[in-house]
């Protein structure tokens, strides 16, 4: 499973959320060290023959504002998710604002995510369980993450089809985390990734959300990729998240560890054990990527887009998107030919960017006020 869009095709088209992938959105809240017993994760045996899983990913931290021009700092994130990342195809400035005021985000918005979420939890729960796991640390967050990502290695391996593959990997000097909705072999044999998109009406997303859809996949094929090739170096967990190798993990994270035959006392035994599974597993790279988009109330199919990747896109789009995180440029609004998407944004009343341009000559930027 793994949410993605859903919803009114108005707000679909005008805010660029629906597509948003919330299975990302889903992801366990990390308490920080010292906090008191949290029972946030969960993780699950597999089912029958077939992967077992599943804490999500990340919430982000935010915190008081520091004194800083660089919004990593700003916003307190020692990581960004995949979905941050593609949010800035559709409006990067948008996607600010959605950070800086989350109050302003229209109540559809949160329907359409827990509609996904649903939908994608329910598709989940065809290939297994999920497990609620008590989590008193940061460590014991990502120790689930990292332990689902051991179980679904093997069922891959075993050539099954897994579901809610975490991904992580360090680009451009930020680590990135994200979550694959499927991976799986075709008959032919190639490794495929199955992106599910359900969408409230009952036609194929215009080509401004198609080509958001088309990089969020790109860069889980990019993360995916590297992983599988041995470039994830096991200290990045420690360097970039801050986490302390010798904490000892919870004992229901223990517990679960061992349910799925693995033995570990800490946080280092676990990316000991990752190290090993990622230099000697023989997972092929991706060879097909294709997003399904389903109608949600009816179930019907709506369409599949076969992609072509393009390496070379996506790693140039990773460096101007991270650009902006690091710091080293301003964030942008959308460009005069999309001002039409600024007509239904939430930020509009308030967009610095859009008032900037508003007193443009382009006929895009009047219709648009
Ligand atoms: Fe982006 Fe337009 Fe919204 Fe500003 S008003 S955040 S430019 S979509």
């Given at each position: 499973m793994s949410g993605r869009d859903s919803g009114l095709e108005e707000a679909e088209t005008a805010s660029g959320f629906s597509d948003l992938s919330d299975s990302e959105f889903l992801q366990i809240e990390e308490p920080e060290a010292g906090d008191s017993e949290k029972p946030s994760s969960s993780l699950g045996p597999p089912a029958e023959s077939e992967g077992g899983?599943?804490?999500?990913?990340?919430?982000?931290?935010?915190?008081?504002?520091?004194?800083?021009?660089?919004?990593?700092?700003?916003?307190?994130l020692r990581y960004l998710s995949v979905t941050d990342i593609s949010a800035q195809v559709w409006c990067e400035q948008q996607m600010v604002y959605r950070r800086e005021l989350p109050d302003l985000t229209p109540p559809e918005n949160i329907v359409l995510l827990n509609t996904g979420k649903s939908i994608h939890l329910a598709r989940e729960l065809e290939d297994h369980d999920l497990v609620t796991v008590s989590?008193?640390?940061?460590?014991?967050?990502?120790?689930?993450?990292?332990?689902?990502?051991?179980?679904?290695?093997?069922?891959?391996?075993?050539?099954?089809?897994?579901?809610?593959?975490?991904?992580?990997?360090?680009?451009?000097?930020?680590?990135?985390?994200?979550?694959?909705?499927?991976?799986?072999?075709?008959?032919?044999g190639e490794l495929e990734l199955n992106e599910l998109k359900t969408r409230n009406n009952a036609s194929m997303p215009s080509a401004a959300q198609k080509k958001r859809d088309r990089f969020q996949v790109f860069l889980y094929k990019y993360l995916f990729d590297a992983m599988v090739r041995g470039c994830l170096a096991p200290?990045?967990?420690?360097?970039?998240?801050?986490?302390?190798?010798?904490?000892?993990?919870?004992?229901q994270v223990q517990e679960q560890a061992r349910k799925s035959g693995f033995t570990v006392s800490?946080?280092?035994?676990?990316?000991?054990?990752?190290?090993?599974?990622l230099t000697h597993c023989d997972i092929p790279a991706i060879d097909r990527l294709q997003i399904e988009y389903v109608h949600q109330d009816s179930g019907a199919a709506l369409g599949t887009e076969v992609l072509a990747y393009?390496?070379?896109?996506?790693?140039?789009?990773?460096?101007?998107?991270?650009?902006?995180?690091?710091?080293?440029?301003?964030?942008?609004?959308?460009?005069?030919?999309?001002?039409?998407?600024?007509?239904?944004?939430?930020?509009?009343?308030?967009?610095?960017?859009?008032?900037?341009?508003?007193?443009s000559p382009a006929e895009q930027w009047k219709k648009s006020k």
């Open positions: 899983d599943v804490a999500k990913g990340s919430v982000l931290e935010t915190g008081k504002r520091k004194r800083s021009h660089v919004p990593l700092e700003i916003f307190h989590t008193t640390s940061r460590e014991d967050s990502w120790a689930i993450k990292v332990l689902n990502l051991l179980v679904m290695l093997s069922v891959l391996q075993a050539g099954h089809r897994v579901r809610e593959f975490p991904v992580f990997g360090v680009l451009e000097d930020i680590f990135v985390v994200g979550v694959i909705d499927q991976l799986g072999y075709t008959p032919k200290d990045s967990f420690l360097q970039r998240l801050h986490l302390r190798p010798e904490q000892p993990l919870g004992p800490c946080f280092c035994d676990l990316l000991e054990l990752l190290s090993l599974n393009d390496q070379d896109e996506v790693g140039a789009a990773v460096r101007y998107f991270l650009a902006y995180w690091k710091g080293q440029r301003d964030s942008r609004g959308v460009d005069v030919e999309d001002a039409w998407k600024c007509r239904y944004c939430a930020y509009s009343g308030i967009c610095e960017w859009r008032m900037g341009k508003a007193g």
